[in-house]
């Protein structure tokens, strides 16, 4: 197992259009988050999932963005009708026991 | 917010011991200290947490003041990969809430030459 990947790494989107990311924590792990970060700032938490559930959304997290975790296996992020604001390193972690791991994020730029 | 304050930014020889304080006055009895660190254009990494008492890893130091109001973690020798940004956590791990971790702004550390 090499650790969190998700994809794409990079993405850049115009204003309007929808985009999905795409998490694959370690196996096994049964906690899986969604972390935003915009430049100069620390990881803000967005939501998280134990298994298939979505247990918490942060208030960031608008009626424009949606997460599943289908099976608990993957997770997928969409955000609909993006906004420049939306722009951002988005982050997955999942965790099993003590610590977090965290992937390389995908980077959103909204053109 | 976060429940914790550390210094914006600090400088380290390479080579040297790199000496991270973070104050949390406000810590729970339940509440773990973590930290994690961020490489540049890269996910925050697990280094090490404690609860009361000092913990070493292969990684760094966590030294825990008795009071449990502020800790500090020890990079023994300090190399130019250390060169990161170290966020200091306090967190509950009741029920598995590990990974709901609330993030200040760190402390960016420069290992210099």
């Known amino acids: 197992d090499t650790g969190v990947s998700q994809n794409p790494r990079h993405k850049i989107t115009k204003r309007g259009q929808n985009v999905t990311f795409r998490c694959d924590p370690i196996?096994?792990?049964?906690?899986l988050y969604w972390y935003r970060q915009t430049l100069g700032q620390g990881p803000e938490f967005l939501t998280y999932?134990?298994?298939?559930?979505?247990?918490?959304k942060s208030r960031l997290l608008s009626d424009r963005f949606s997460a599943e975790r289908p099976k608990g296996s993957f997770s997928t992020l969409e955000i609909q009708r993006t906004e420049q604001g939306d722009s951002a390193m988005y982050l997955c972690?999942?965790?099993?026991?003590?610590?977090?791991?965290f992937g390389q994020g995908t980077r959103l730029t909204v053109v | 917010d976060a429940k914790t304050t550390q210094p914006t930014s600090m400088d380290c020889a390479e080579g040297r011991a790199a000496n991270l304080p973070c104050n949390h006055s406000t810590i729970s009895g339940n509440e773990y200290v973590y930290w994690y660190r961020q490489i540049h254009s890269q996910g925050p990494q697990y280094i090490i947490h404690?609860?009361?008492n000092n913990e070493t890893n292969e990684m760094a130091s966590l030294i825990i003041t008795e009071d449990r109001k502020s800790s500090t973690l020890i990079l023994p020798h300090a190399t130019l990969r250390d060169t990161a940004v170290y966020y200091c956590?306090?967190?509950?791990?009741?029920?598995?809430?590990?990974?709901?971790?609330?993030f200040g702004k760190g402390t960016k550390l420069s290992v210099k030459p």
């Open positions: 999932f134990q298994n298939e559930a979505q247990l918490e």
């Open positions: 956590i306090v967190e509950r791990r009741d029920g598995g809430s590990q990974g709901n971790l609330i």
């Open positions: 404690g609860l009361k």
């Open positions: 972690a999942s965790t099993g026991g003590t610590e977090a791991f």
């Open positions: 196996s096994e792990h049964n906690r």
